[in-house]
């Protein structure tokens, strides 16, 4: 780390950002009534909410989204004059999936091997935290020199677009000079990274019917119509011999061009088991942030463990699919849909529901705010230049925000590297990730402010 005043502050706040951090870890806030309460999600809102009042911020505010989530909104004052940053977070997280298969209890954030485990360590309430810290180090070095607006969702995680929503009606709540996006993540830990494409996302829903109910497979198999199997011809049907998505219509060989992801890298990164091979073509990077992805999410049907030999009667599945930049999601939607309803076999009858959706992203980078970030970022990493990538996931809010504010410069930063395992069993998060980029953040203040003056 530097040796600086701002270094030395951030540095002795780290005991804090754990401890706050613990107890945001500890809400349950998946922003799924079915899987949760709906007070574990208000629970962590008021924690941010208070955790805002007590660091000066006004007009601090819960805001109910039209999805039914809340928001967590405040707004600190700056130096007369001084542009506006506007800083965002979300504190809801994904579900923790197989709580046995958990190392350590997954809503209580445990210190091992050099790093805090738990769910939303990382993915976004740590983004929460680092926000913070940067915040209260520039307090005790001189103070804050740029307005700062704080955003923080209650559902990004569920893509259902309650804070897009809000900010359409509401478009003068959010204006600001830059937009620091704290949902991204470093390439890998130590190296610097900011993300200046998304991809875009749908979630679909898709049933197919057969039979009035399920019938013994003794009796009726053979002739009987098998929704389950005429839903894995379906799914089957979304990719090519070689595991690359072919939705008809939706292009997918886009190339990347930058920053490459190396094949032995990424295998030791998403951890694929030894002889497995890898799906698709083209280059790593290609796959991951320039071409559309299809996943399986779930399917309903009966597990095998009790299951009857039976012909089914209906199931279903969810499917996610990524969009790359440069393509309209609502398009993607259309294409993947009929997709889906051409190729079901035997004439079954096909249900398909679209339950959330977000455009695609591309930042520029070319931007004074990247400037001040990329020196923000080569001091708090000991010289390393900034490196830029892209994201293979989705963060919807920023296209809405950068069509409400054409002017404002979006830059993504984070806590979520290969290592920290977002969205799975052991999410964790890397304390030193935590302490370098809080003092890129409020480096990165100093210096957009001092270049807006």
Known sequence: MPDSPLAHSVASLQSRARTELAELVAFKSVADPAQFPKSECEAAAGWVARALEAEGFQDVALLDTPDGTQSVYGFLPGPAGAPTVLLYAHYDVQPPLNEAAWVTPP?????????????GAADCKGGVIMHLTALRALKDNGGVPVNVKVIVEGSEEQGTGGLERYAEEHPELLTADAILIGDAGNFRVGLPTVTATLRGMTLVRVQIDTLEGNLHSGQFGGAAPDALAALIRVLDSLRAEDG???VEGLAADARWEGLQYPEEDFRKDAKVL??????GNGTIADRLWARPAITVLGIDCPPVVGATPSVHASARALLSLRVPPGTDAAEAT???EAHLRKHVPWDARVTVEQTGEGQPFRADTGSPAYAAMASALREAYDGQEMQIAGMGGSIPLCNTLAGLYPEAEILLIGLSEPEAQIHAVNESVSPEELERLSLAEALFLRLYAAGKS
Request: zero cysteines.
């Open 274 to 279: 030894e002889g497995v091979g890898l799906i």
């Open 244 to 246: 690359s998505t072919t």
């Open 107 to 119: 809503f209580e954030l445990t210190e091992r091997d050099g790093r805090w485990y738990g769910r």
């Open 334 to 336: 259309r294409l993947l």
